[in-house]
């Protein structure tokens, strides 16, 4: 069972939003603190070889069972509560 809730996607291999080329993207050198924070938070720079076209790319996409896990999460999260609520009713 896979418990992810996003995985890697890797625009490399997809096509280009300017001229719908595929395999043609090329990770961007990011450059100064704007490019920097936009790689913290999975937007990376990629440029196209065959129009020239540079831009960012969101470098994650949700899993496959993405809802299954959030539903599991939620599940594991209520059960630790109510267990950690009986315990204090019960001992304090
Ligand atoms: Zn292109």
Request: proline share 2%; net charge positive.
């Given at each position: 069972m896979e418990f992810r809730l996003l995985k890697r996607?890797?625009?490399?291999?997809?096509?280009c939003v300017n001229c719908g080329a595929t395999g043609t993207l090329k990770k961007y050198r990011s450059r100064g603190l704007k490019d920097k924070?936009?790689?913290?938070?999975?937007?990376?720079?990629?440029?196209c070889k065959n129009c020239q076209w540079k831009g960012r790319y969101f470098t994650l996409k949700p899993a496959?069972?993405?809802?299954?896990?959030?539903?599991?999460?939620?599940?594991?999260?209520?059960?630790?509560a109510l267990i950690i609520y009986y315990y204090l009713e019960k001992f304090i």
């Amino acid at each position: 069972m896979e418990f992810r809730l996003l995985k890697r996607y890797r625009p490399e291999f997809s096509k280009c939003v300017n001229c719908g080329a595929t395999g043609t993207l090329k990770k961007y050198r990011s450059r100064g603190l704007k490019d920097k924070i936009a790689k913290m938070l999975f937007f990376k720079l990629f440029f196209c070889k065959n129009c020239q076209w540079k831009g960012r790319y969101f470098t994650l996409k949700p899993a496959k069972h993405w809802f299954r896990a959030i539903l599991l999460y939620i599940i594991i999260v209520c059960s630790t509560a109510l267990i950690i609520y009986y315990y204090l009713e019960k001992f304090i």
